[in-house]
């Protein structure tokens, strides 16, 4: 599901280019207003749907859940902690209202601290692991680890 624009929304903050992993959503320099230049290569990740302070990004939903001439809201709700899709027909009948929780940290506190970390020693430089790797996804410990092995659980009602 592309995204567009709606141009009487967007007041040209730019926050949606600035967090797009395509770099396909530019500001258009005569109007000072956001647009997606090329909607085929979009990824559909809707980085710019949820950071778009003003709801002026939507998307087109496939003809598999949303008929022809429909509209797909997307609201996020942090006070909530959930995401809000809501489709409508083209006569304006709802026609279903998806939630979905948010699983994303807030903007800003996913830095690491990379200063505070050891330093890799020399067996982990010569080693074809990851720098700081989980134990969890190691496969060098001569077996698949689970998250039950690992002693760690899924949340209720997030699902990845």
Known sequence: MPTFVYM????????????????????????????????????????????????????????????LGHSVRV?????????????????????????????TKPWGTGIPKLAEAAAPGKDMVNSQLLFNEPKYVRMDTGGLNTLQSNGLSLKEGVYY
Not at 28 to 53: F, G, H, Q
Not at 75 to 103: C, Q
Request: hydrophobic share 35%; aromatic share 8%.
């Open 75 to 103: 609201h996020r709700d942090e006070e909530k902690g959930v995401i809000a899709w809501h489709i409508k027909f083209r006569n304006g009948k709802k026609d279903l209202e998806l939630l979905a929780p948010i699983t």
């Open 8 to 67: 009487t929304r967007c007041d040209g903050c730019g926050q949606c280019v600035d967090i797009c992993p395509s770099d396909i959503m530019h500001i258009d320099k005569t109007l000072r207003r956001a647009y997606n230049i090329e909607p085929n290569m979009c990824w559909e990740c809707y980085s710019c749907v949820k950071a778009c302070p003003h709801h002026a990004i939507d998307v087109r939903g496939y003809a598999d859940f949303a008929p």
